[in-house]
């Protein structure tokens, strides 16, 4: 696993320990068994973004805090120059560039998404976590399940939809994508 990875694993396990919770309990906000969320807390294992919004809003920490290490500090604007922002690359298929990780007490956590492509036979992974979420494909084809409806989206489309419902997405045509995520 990347060491991006392990950072969030660190800060993930740092949050818990800063809250003096135990395993048990954020494994049962996180939706896994102990044995499950203390592999997600050693950095072997790939922490989804939906599991971190989860964590984030049930303890009411930055979602970005979690995932890029960074307190936000602005509350009047932040403004995210072309090509900057942080990032994290969960894996190689997927990279989050958060468009607004510096200003504090966001109502919404948009970021810039890159999704690589994988194999034609490889499942789409599926994941939740609460509120809603809006999408708009900037560059490339883009398969986005949800709820068991399979979408395809081409540059220029959007789609807002509840991100309660089990949803996941491939890049499509052997293809880069790239879209705005804007989570709510």
Request: net charge negative; glycine share 6%.
């Amino acid at each position: 696993m990347n060491e991006q990875i392990k950072q969030v694993a660190e800060r993930l396990r740092g949050l818990r320990d800063a809250l003096e919770i135990t395993a048990e309990e954020m494994a049962e906000t996180c939706d896994l068994t102990t044995d499950a969320y203390l592999a997600l807390e050693s950095g072997t294992v790939d922490i989804s973004v939906s599991l971190l919004h989860r964590v984030a809003h049930k303890y009411n920490v930055e979602l970005t805090a979690l995932m890029f290490g960074n307190e936000p500090t602005m509350n009047s604007y932040f403004v995210t120059r072309r090509g900057k922002g942080v990032s994290v690359e969960r894996t190689h298929a997927y990279k989050y560039r958060s468009l607004a990780a510096g200003f504090a007490r966001r109502k919404a956590d948009p970021f810039m998404v890159t999704v690589h492509p994988k194999p034609d036979d490889e499942p789409i992974y599926l994941n939740t976590h609460a509120g809603q979420e809006f999408n708009y494909v900037v560059s490339g084809r883009l398969l986005l399940c949800i709820n068991g409806k399979d979408l395809i989206l081409e540059e220029g489309d959007s789609i807002y939809f509840n991100s309660e419902l089990p949803h996941g997405m491939k890049a499509l045509d052997g293809q880069i994508v790239r879209f705005l995520a804007i989570i709510l």
